[in-house]
Structures are given as structure tokens and as C-alpha cells.
């Protein structure tokens, strides 16, 4: 009788939920997805523990691993906020709220460069050096953001437009 009790509750909740799910938008259809499965989860859990299939201390510990994802999402968005994306932008352009870079000592000063463009203290190759040890630590895919990048892409093309003059 519990079981056919448990599949009444199950059937119940999947027809809930996909009726939900079909009606959203995609944000709320990802949102209610994940909640599904945490609290799906969860269900499982108790049910284990409830048969003694599982230790209630290991549920516990299980029962928190929901939460862990959301954690290091909370820290990473708070000392790397996400950046809007324009969906006609490759990796080398900036957003429309991105001003170009018009000034080179400003150019230089990202770089971390120092001397006389126009007196050639400063050559393209260490432009382009100075370019690949900054993009390799703050490249996006590497744990920097979107807008240091193209800083420091901006900063690069610059600083060799002017030598190229």
C-alpha cells in the first residue's frame, strides 16, 4: 500500500511540474528544472533513509551537496560580477557600453609599459608580449571577464596602430 501510495505522489508531482515546466519561459522552465531535481533528490534521500537503505548522517551530508554549486556561484559573482553580452560580438570587440580606447599612455598603463611610443623604447614585440602574459591570466575562459579582455585587446591593437603609423 506505501508504494502504490509513493507512485500516486510521484505520478502527481511529474504531471505538476511538467505542466509547469511546458508553460514556462525559458528562464522558468531552467529554474524549475533544477528545483525538480534538487527536491527530487532530497525525496530520494528520505525515502532511503526511511527504508534504512541509507545512514540518516549520510543523507545529511548528501542533502547539502545541493547547495555546495551555489556557494562558489555566489563568491564568483561577487568579486567577478557577469557582464552584459551583445549577441553580435566576436572576441575581439567590446559591448556598446565599452568605450574604445583613445589615449596611450592609458594603453600603456594597462599593458604595464612604460617609455616612449614615438621614440620606438617601445617595439610590437613587447607589445604582443605584454599582451599574452595579461590575456592568459585574465582571459574569460581562465576566470577573467569579458571587459579586461577587451581592455586589454583594445590597449594592444592601439598601441601597434600607433607604432605602424
Known amino acids: 500500500m506505501a508504494r502504490f501510495l509513493l507512485l500516486v505522489i510521484l505520478v502527481t508531482t511529474l504531471f505538476v511540474v511538467w505542466s509547469k515546466y511546458q508553460k514556462g519561459n525559458p528562464e522558468q522552465k531552467s529554474r524549475i528544472l533544477r528545483s525538480f531535481l534538487k527536491y527530487g533528490f532530497w525525496g530520494i534521500l528520505f525515502i ?23 556557494l562558489f556561484q555566489n563568491l564568483i ?24 580606447l ?18 620606438n623604447e617601445i617595439t610590437p614585440e613587447m607589445i604582443q608580449d605584454a599582451h599574452r602574459k595579461l ?9 577573467g571577464n ?9 590597449a594592444r591593437d592601439l598601441l601597434l596602430q600607433r607604432i605602424n603609423k
Open 135 to 143: 590575456i592568459q591570466k585574465l582571459h574569460p575562459d581562465r576566470g
Open 77 to 100: 559573482h561577487k568579486f567577478n560580477p557577469p557582464q552584459e553580452k551583445d549577441s553580435t560580438e566576436n572576441s575581439n570587440s567590446t559591448s556598446s557600453n565599452n568605450s574604445p
Open 146 to 154: 569579458d571587459y579586461l579582455a577587451a581592455k586589454i585587446n583594445q
Open 102 to 119: 583613445t589615449d596611450t599612455e592609458e594603453a600603456l598603463h594597462i599593458l604595464g609599459l612604460s617609455g616612449d611610443i614615438n621614440s
Open 48 to 70: 532511503l533513509v526511511i527504508m534504512g537503505r541509507l545512514h540518516w548522517l549520510g543523507a545529511v551530508v548528501a542533502a547539502i551537496i545541493p547547495f555546495v554549486p551555489g
